[in-house]
DNA sequence: ACCTGAACACCGTTCAAGT
DNA sequence: ACCTGAACACCGTTCAAGT
């Protein structure tokens, strides 16, 4: 068990597949839907790849870039059906909420993302098909466009908040208590609004919080 | 200069102060304003401290939890002055706009903050302020308590996502050549809205954002 | 109780050298 | 051109052992 590094497990693995940023991208995404975000690093790719780190990046500029691509593929999985016409608010809601499920299983993923520009065929299919809701719903072009980005930027924090892996180890708990022990005096308005704080599902709280958004953009002309 | 490990520097220093946790916090606080958040290694600061990395677990949870304290550190320099009154709309922009502004410049604590829920005593006095100000607005308190989550949350998750620091590499330019080379046909709207996504100015579209998030939240009622 | 040396179990990325 | 072994320069966290 000691002895040099023979890497016999090669030999047991089915035939070496040839890479391609396509196969690495593929690997990656497998191994976050086994095992998490964090477990997709160079070397465990590599190695499921039959390869040393080092050949990655052949294939990927390196970890961020790659988690981009992640996402892309990981959003050939949304559907862009848009459904029955004549109801955008509904179909906008919806659409933004399975986008927010899909990451919510990968809050790694989300928190990575939120500091990209994602630029994916899917990303854009994505976006293309928020602005087409909007566009359906009379919203002028200019609030629709600014308010593509609040609305994404709210589903993927929201993911990346409220995840569901256990990396997310400090619940509310820890506010609630904070906020139990608090004297009123101190805190007047949370003391006050406490019950309210808490209030509501998940699911719930999304709901509100998107129609709210689009609310606003709808009815916030952009200046000048 | 090869040889055992002498810690002669620790001569050198001042003289070792007694550890505590503010004294850890502190010199936390202090490596992420000189050299930025990702230089905040449990290495580093022992280093700073004059002690081993496993000593600072004495006061300290984890990295999570020390980003939490160095967030509500650096919020100790937040004015939560709200100046005269009447005009809640404008105070509300402003707390927000200060907050995003001191996020901005750390965009990694931003980051790793959206996944924590803080509850240390400034990031309270923050929350009770915005309270107070939606409160002063006649904003009903159950659309109170879950917007200033929004708010926050799109507030940090923007410093998270646009902050200034060397960190973030990927730039709009990648999303902008992508949709510019893209062929109108595949992606309609975002040709078609290609000249309102990237108009503006950082603060010009900050200032939209809050005021139609806080136009959805004071305009959309909470269902039941 | 408080503190820590040393280890455990990893990381991303680069680059000289091979084919 | 494509690929990679090996190294570089680090990580967070634990725990047995000291005081």
């Given amino acids: 068990m000691s002895g040099r590094r023979v890497p016999v497990s090669r030999r047991d693995r089915p035939a070496k597949a040839p890479l391609s940023r396509a196969v690495v991208v593929g690997a990656a995404l497998a191994i976050m839907r086994a095992d ?36 892309d593929e990981l959003l050939a999985e949304l559907s862009f059906e848009t459904g029955a016409p004549g109801q955008w608010r509904e179909q906008l ?46 919203v002028p072009a200019q609030q629709a466009a600014w308010g593509v980005n609040v609305l994404l930027q709210h589903a993927t924090s929201t993911a990346a908040e409220h995840g569901t892996r256990a990396e997310n180890k400090t619940s509310p708990t820890a506010l609630t208590t904070a906020v139990d ?18 209030s509501g599902t998940g699911p719930q709280r999304q709901q509100w919080a998107f129609n709210a958004l689009i ?4 009815s916030t002309p952009v200046p000048e």
Avoid: C
């Avoid at 609310?215 to 709808?218: A, C, E, F, R, S």
């Fill in 36 to 71: 998490g975000l964090e477990k997709v690093t160079m070397r465990r790719l590599a190695d499921e790849l039959d390869t040393g780190p080092a050949s990655l990046y052949v294939y990927v500029d390196n970890m961020a870039e790659l988690h981009g691509a992640i996402l």
């Fill in 181 to 198: 022990d608090v004297d009123a005096q101190r805190y007047p308005h949370i003391a006050r609004t406490a019950a309210a704080l808490w």
């Fill in 93 to 138: 809601v919806d659409l933004l909420s399975r986008y927010t499920t899909l990451l919510f299983q990968y809050p790694g993923l989300a928190r990575s993302v939120l500091s990209l520009w994602p630029s994916g065929p899917h990303y854009l299919r994505l976006i293309d098909t928020l602005l087409g809701l909007l566009d359906a719903g009379l």
């Fill in 215 to 218: 609310d606003g953009i709808t």
